[in-house]
């Protein structure tokens, strides 16, 4: 049973098919036997009551004897079948007349057992003679002044001999059909289990190689077997979206930690030598120190946030709520700011949740400030049309030369240096603000000119 459990599936598609219809032509071949062999046993019993029958009335002739039939025999030899043996008994059991083909053939007379009033209505039985299965057909027979009874005996010679035959012809019929079916179910076997070879083969490439050098599929059939390559396919797709994040999000995260993380070795390592006995070195070691733990903490939260891949979840967002919230928050930090903000006049909900919407509307409002040369100004306007809802943020900043302005949303990507001079940030800002968007369906548009601030308009769809 291991052993069988063990064979290859093509193998065990074989074994399994050809025993399958082995079995089932094996059923239906034992029932056509049964049938056949009722069927043609009950026809020689007919056969052999019709030639009885048919004696029977030969022998109501008028003015036959048995000296006649005893003289001319060659019409009872025409109406009995080759093999059949009639015999003219009286009612004592003596033998007067014998009938067969050939002399030599004859059957011997069986002794009877039938009374005179079985007889009269004719007695069949099946019964062996010289080791033959034969039918005995016995009854009344009247010829002229003379009544006694006639014994037919039919043997089933030539039915065992058909029924050996069909036996024969079905077994041989059965081992050519066994050999035939499972030379097709290996031919099927192999052809249908080529996609799943290909699929282990692909699984193997994966293991040894890496998902990147996987080739593709030759079987491209709607069927489950395509579904099931179709479905391994992009499952290794997203895999490998996912592996190529988790690197890039490795590599992102060792470039840009390592300046935060040197200044900090170098804060340490001088008050190691001697600045921790000097109060203003060590308040500007310790103030320094923590701003740039700070920025690496933000820059971790941001890379975080960039390599999580979550199924988006309906959410609603009022507005007129998160907004006010987010400007607090950034007048806490940034107090020299001047906002200007529109009265919303709408209150609907929009399609996106309340924490994602603060996001987006904060690295938009920050980087208006931080990039600034007077004082910072953020003018916000609201509407709402055709089933949405805009936002437009202007501020009064450096502005972004034209040919930038397509890769502002790229990760880690920084128009100047001065920008960076000027107190920028990770440079991963408006990379989230853009998958945000892209995840909730808001759609960004940016204007800008250099030395005259930016402008970006919001569109997100309203709650339905």
């Known amino acids: 049973m291991k052993r069988l459990f063990n064979l290859s599936l093509k193998e065990k598609w074989m074994l399994s098919t050809a025993i399958t219809i ?24 007919r056969n052999a009551l019709r030639t009885a029958e048919d004696i029977s009335v030969f022998f109501e002739t008028p ?24 015999r003219i008994m009286n009612l004592d059991g003596v033998e007067l007349l014998s009938i067969s083909p050939r ?39 009247q010829i002229g002044p003379f009544q006694g009874y006639m014994q037919l005996i039919h043997p089933l010679t030539t039915f065992h001999k058909m029924m050996q ?32 070879q290909q699929l282990r083969d692909s699984m193997r490439q994966v293991r040894d190689k890496g998902l990147t050098e996987r080739e ?16 391994y396919d992009s499952m290794l797709e997203e ?8 690197q890039q999000f490795v590599a992102d995260a060792s470039h840009e930690l390592r300046t935060p993380i040197q200044a900090v070795e170098g804060h340490l390592s001088l008050l190691a030598r001697w600045g921790k006995n000097d109060p203003q070195i060590l308040d500007e070691s310790i103030e320094s120190s923590l701003i740039e733990v700070k920025r690496m903490k933000k820059m971790i939260e941001e890379l975080l946030q960039l390599a999580r891949r979550e199924q988006v979840v309906i959410s609603e967002a009022n507005v007129a709520i998160v907004l006010p919230q987010v400007i607090n928050e950034l007048i806490t930090v940034y107090p020299d700011t001047v906002f200007n903000v ?72 920084r128009v100047d240096e001065s920008r960076q001079q000027n107190g920028g940030g990770t ?21 800008s000119k250099i030395h005259q601030g930016t402008t970006f308009l919001l569109k997100i769809p309203l709650k339905k």
């Not at 029932?31 to 056949?36: A, F, G, M, R, V």
């Open 22 to 45: 082995f079995i089932s032509y094996a059923i239906i071949c034992v029932i056509l036997y049964i049938s056949l062999h009722t069927w043609l046993l009950s026809n020689e019993e």
């Open 63 to 86: 003015a036959i004897t048995i000296q006649q039939l005893q003289r001319n025999t060659g019409l009872m030899k025409a109406i009995t079948n080759q093999e059949q043996t009639v």
């Open 103 to 141: 002399v030599d053939d004859a059957l011997p007379a069986v002794p009877t057992a039938a009374s005179y009033e079985e007889l009269l209505r004719t007695v069949i039985r099946k019964t062996a003679v010289q080791g033959t299965d034969a039918y005995v057909i016995e009854r009344i027979v």
């Open 165 to 196: 035959y069909v036996l024969t012809t079905m077994i041989i019929v059965g081992i050519g059909a066994l050999l035939l079916v499972a030379f097709i179910s290996y031919y099927l076997a192999n052809r249908l289990i080529r996609p799943l």
């Open 216 to 231: 593709a599929f030759t079987y491209h059939a709607d069927d489950e077997i395509g579904d099931l390559l179709t479905m």
């Open 239 to 246: 895999l490998n979206i996912s592996f190529t994040q988790q």
């Open 342 to 413: 529109e009265e919303i006049a709408h209150k609907e909900l929009v399609a996106i949740s309340p924490e994602a919407l603060a996001q987006i509307l904060r690295n938009i409002i920050e980087n208006g400030i931080r990039y600034n040369e007077s004082v910072p100004k953020i003018i916000i306007s609201t509407a709402q049309i055709d089933g949405c809802f805009y936002i437009e943020i202007k501020d009064n900043g450096i502005g972004i030369a034209e040919e930038h302005l397509p890769f502002i949303f790229d990760r880690f990507y």
């Open 427 to 447: 440079g991963l800002g408006l990379s989230i603000t853009k998958m945000l968007a892209t995840k909730y369906n808001v759609e960004l548009k940016v204007h």
